[in-house]
């Protein structure tokens, strides 16, 4: 029995499901959304939304919590995203940054597809883009 046992194996090691969330979570905060299979997109979303509650709490503890999680340079990068772009938009949210939208089944495998994103990720993304100018004929 499985009692009091949290979390899902994915069918991996432990240094590979360490890596695999790293990764995930990685791709995650820079992409703002990402496609995967529905039990890791609901393991990940655990994972990412740990990350931005000690991105809300700011500071140097906070930053360097999140870079225990995300160790490296991407992780840094990453860390960044969250503390300067995420979590000023997340500030007056309690918890929730993540929603998980069911897609069909992958095709060569027949594996359930999900489609995990930040929610509102459209207002987070900086407005200083440059858009195209409108042609006036």
Not at 58 to 85: C, D, M, S, Y
Not at 88 to 96: H, I, L, T, V
Not at 130 to 137: C, Q, S, Y
Request: charged content about 30%.
């Amino acid at each position: 029995m499985r009692h009091q046992k949290r979390g899902r194996k994915l069918n991996r090691t432990m240094s590979h499901r360490k890596a695999l969330m790293m990764n995930m979570s990685i791709a995650l905060i820079t992409h703002k959304q990402i496609k995967t299979t529905d039990a890791k997109a609901k393991e990940l979303r655990g994972y990412v939304e740990r990350l931005v509650t000690y991105a809300k709490k700011g500071g140097v503890h906070g930053f360097r919590l999140i870079q225990k999680k995300l160790p490296g340079k991407t992780g840094k990068i990453a860390a960044n995203v969250l503390i300067h772009e995420l979590a000023p938009a997340y500030k007056e949210r309690a918890g929730g940054y993540t929603r998980i939208i069911k897609l069909n089944n992958r095709k060569n495998d027949n594996a359930p597809v999900s489609l995990i994103e930040f929610v509102d990720f459209q207002k987070v993304i900086p407005e200083n883009v440059v858009e195209e100018p409108e042609v006036k004929e």
